[in-house]
Each structure stands twice: as structure tokens, then as C-alpha cells.
């Protein structure tokens, strides 16, 4: 895609192990977007975060809401179509809130964090397009066991299926963009042809005249 053209941008949602990276990579590959990927190696309270969530949750999701932000703002300067691997609203509207929830983030910690949030927001262009994977929890699970992330190993069942139900609510009142939901349980983009040509079609029925596979 030329410079010239206008900025599009992609965000792809989901819980953890639905598989954004995947997502992310393939439409690189297939369409040489260019990807953003999320910080989770970067957060250095993240080890002890997964040890102790009370303790460290505050200044473990006030890393990742001004490493996001940073993200947006260099997301904003990059001409043509780009794809980031979750957005800040999910950072603090299912992360953080889960947390708050569960009391991991106390009154005054929570105020200070979502007065942030709600100067970030005024301060970025939301998506073109929010991609959401959705699937079951035996998935989660397994892909998360499959990808081997020792910190992620022990996280309990109840909290995946508290980020499940706070993104169901959030995608239901989610007015800022398209939004293209991909059930994924059974989805296999990268290594099934006819998966691979149902996501490319969907996607650029929403955004057609920004994706153009070669030779069309």
C-alpha cells in the first residue's frame, strides 16, 4: 500500500488464547500489513503479578495502559493498513475491571486508573475494524496449555470465564467501529485453504477497498 493512502486500522479482541497473534501474523502475511503486537514480554510485574494479583495488579495494568497508549499514538503515525494484537479498551474495560471486581485493585487505585483510561481516549482514533475471536473455554484452555507460558500455566478457570463474560458485555455496547466476530473454536487460518479464503472475504467485505490480495 502506497504512503499516500489513508491509515486503516484493524484491532483484533479476545480473550486469552483465542488467538489475536495468529490472527495478526496471517493478515501480515497475507495482506503485508503492518503488525503490533502486544507488549506481555515488555511488563516486567507480570511474573509477580501472576503470583500475587492484589499486590501487583494496579502497577502491572497501569504498565500495560501507558505501554498501549504509547502503541496507539505510533499506531496513528503509520500510513496505511495496520493490525494490533488487542486494544487499550480491552487493557482497561475487561482486564483492569476484572481485576477491580475481584478487589485486586482497590477504590482509589481504580479512580486514578480509569481517570488515565479516559484521557487516553480522547487522545486516540479508534479502530476501522475490531476483529473478535470468540470460543469455547475447553479451547482457552488448551491453547493456552499449548502455548507454554509458564506464568499463564495456573490461571484458574473462574477468571478466564470472568474476562469471557466482561468482553461479551463490552462487545455488546462496543459502537466505535465495524465489528466482524469470528468463531474460532473450529477455525484454522493458517494451515486450512478454505478457512484462510472465508476470513480473507469476510474481512475485505467490511474493508474492501483497503485489502486487494496479489494479482485480483
Same mark, same amino acid.
Given at each position: 500500500m502506497a504512503p499516500t493512502e489513508k491509515r486503516r486500522s484493524i484491532a483484533i479482541a479476545g480473550n486469552m488464547g483465542a488467538g489475536k497473534s495468529t490472527l495478526v501474523d496471517f493478515l501480515a502475511q497475507t495482506y503485508n500489513v503492518q503488525p503490533f503486537? /502486544? =507488549?506481555n514480554d /515488555?511488563? =516486567?510485574y507480570l511474573p509477580d503479578f501472576y503470583k500475587d494479583m492484589k499486590r501487583w495488579a494496579f502497577r502491572s495494568q497501569l504498565f500495560f495502559l501507558s505501554n498501549k497508549f504509547r502503541l496507539h499514538q505510533e499506531l496513528d503515525r503509520t500510513p496505511g493498513v495496520v493490525a494490533l494484537d488487542r486494544t487499550i479498551f480491552e487493557d482497561a474495560e475487561i482486564f483492569a475491571?476484572?481485576?477491580h471486581e475481584m478487589r485486586k485493585i482497590d477504590k482509589r487505585d481504580w479512580d486514578v486508573y480509569w481517570g488515565f483510561?479516559?484521557?487516553?481516549?480522547a487522545a486516540i482514533k479508534p479502530p476501522d475494524l475490531l476483529i473478535y475471536l470468540r470460543c469455547s473455554m475447553r479451547t482457552l484452555r488448551a491453547r493456552i496449555r499449548l502455548r507454554g507460558r509458564a506464568m499463564e500455566k495456573d490461571v484458574p478457570l473462574a477468571y478466564l470465564k470472568r474476562l469471557d463474560?466482561?468482553?461479551e458485555n463490552w462487545l455488546g455496547s462496543y459502537t466505535m467501529s465495524e465489528v466482524l466476530i469470528l468463531e474460532t473454536d473450529e477455525l484454522d487460518y493458517i494451515h486450512d485453504l478454505v478457512h484462510q479464503l472465508d476470513v480473507m472475504q469476510r474481512i475485505e467485505a467490511v474493508l474492501p477497498a483497503?485489502?486487494?490480495?496479489?494479482g485480483r
Open positions: 503486537y /502486544e =507488549p /515488555e511488563n =516486567p475491571t476484572a481485576l483510561y479516559q484521557s487516553i481516549l463474560r466482561l468482553y483497503d485489502f486487494r490480495r496479489p
